[in-house]
């Protein structure tokens, strides 16, 4: 009987320990990226040399700013 209660505190344990780190992955995913929108990552890509001005300035307008 003693050694039940021993078997559920050490899996409950490990159960917490396994959960945690779950959600700290979880947040620390979500925290990394900053949202971005398209006008933004068209930008960055101008300036990379990706695309032209024409290419830049066709894809804004169809975005409709």
């Known amino acids: 009987m003693l050694t039940e209660s021993v078997i559920r505190i050490i899996l409950s344990v490990i159960i917490l320990i396994i959960m945690i780190v779950i959600l700290t992955r979880f947040r620390a995913g979500k925290s ?3 949202p ?3 006008l933004h990552v068209l930008k960055k890509r101008l300036e990379k040399g990706e695309i032209t ?3 830049y300035d066709e894809a804004k307008k169809k ?3």
């Open 53 to 55: 001005q024409e290419e």
């Open 63 to 65: 975005r409709g700013k």
């Open 36 to 38: 971005r929108d398209s």
């Open 32 to 34: 990394q990226a900053p």
